[in-house]
């Protein structure tokens, strides 16, 4: 399948910021990439949930049910959601999903959930979904303090999986820089071996900043 695994260090550290760039860039430069959010959780029902976003970002090309099979009320793990809403959750109807937009699109880009390890069914983490539809991940981080280990906990976790690893990008999700930050890019790239693509700023206006978030990500992405 041609794609990508949009996975990152935590949950709310940007991964639908910057799916959607990507999305949006892609899309622009003539690629019909389509977005999908497998399983989401306990999303404020006044605020666009991430298959919102995701679906904004690909024109409403397919229907949400479609790109988001699986919803959950509580704000917690798809995994551990389910159990607690007396449900479960199929890896093989989540890939089957993915074939069938993959097969009416060029590529698909797949934003996890919170990161990595993050259980997905009673026997598979994200991981394995990532593994399954054979993607490579892009590794969304903080640009702050503990982004370091974060990353490489990460990035290690990927290889012991042999799920390769698209990129890195760190994103600035609060206001102030603290000290790690100017140094932070040159120890993931001696740790890991990867540099990160980007260091995304802290922008407060939605607009402006999916708009900046695009233009630093322009063309460093590839499906
Ligand atoms: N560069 C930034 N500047 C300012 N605010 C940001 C920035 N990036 C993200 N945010 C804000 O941080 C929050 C989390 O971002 P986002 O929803 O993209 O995270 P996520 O990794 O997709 O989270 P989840 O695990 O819930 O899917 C959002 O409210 C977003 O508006
Ligand atoms: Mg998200």
């Known amino acids: 399948m041609r794609g990508l695994f949009v996975t990152a260090t935590d949950t709310g550290v940007g991964k639908t910021e910057v799916a959607c760039a990507i999305l949006r860039n892609a899309r622009a430069a003539g690629l019909d990439v389509i977005g999908m959010k497998p399983a989401q959780s306990g999303h404020d029902p006044g605020e666009p949930s991430d298959a919102d976003r995701l679906r904004a970002a690909c024109d409403g090309a397919e229907p949400l049910e479609v790109i988001c099979p699986y919803t959950f009320a509580a704000p917690l793990a798809p995994a551990v959601a389910a159990r607690v809403e007396g449900k479960t959750v199929s890896l093989a109807r989540i890939v089957d ?31 394995d979904l990532a593994r399954a539809l054979g993607l490579a991940a892009l590794v969304v981080a903080r640009a702050g303090l503990g982004t370091v280990n974060h990353v490489a906990l990460t990035v290690e976790a990927l290889r012991a999986r042999r799920i390769p690893l698209a990129g890195i990008v760190l994103n600035r999700t609060v206001a102030e820089d603290d000290p790690s930050v100017p140094h932070n890019v040159a120890e993931i790239a001696r740790l890991t071996g990867c540099e990160p693509l980007a260091t995304l700023p802290f922008v407060r206006d939605i607009a402006e900043r999916a708009s900046i978030v695009r233009s630093r990500l322009a063309g460093k992405i590839q499906f």
């Open 97 to 127: 999903a993915a074939r069938a937009l993959a097969a009416r699109h060029e590529a698909v880009l797949v934003e996890g959930a919170g990161g990595l390890l993050v259980p997905l069914t009673e026997r598979e983490t994200y991981a």
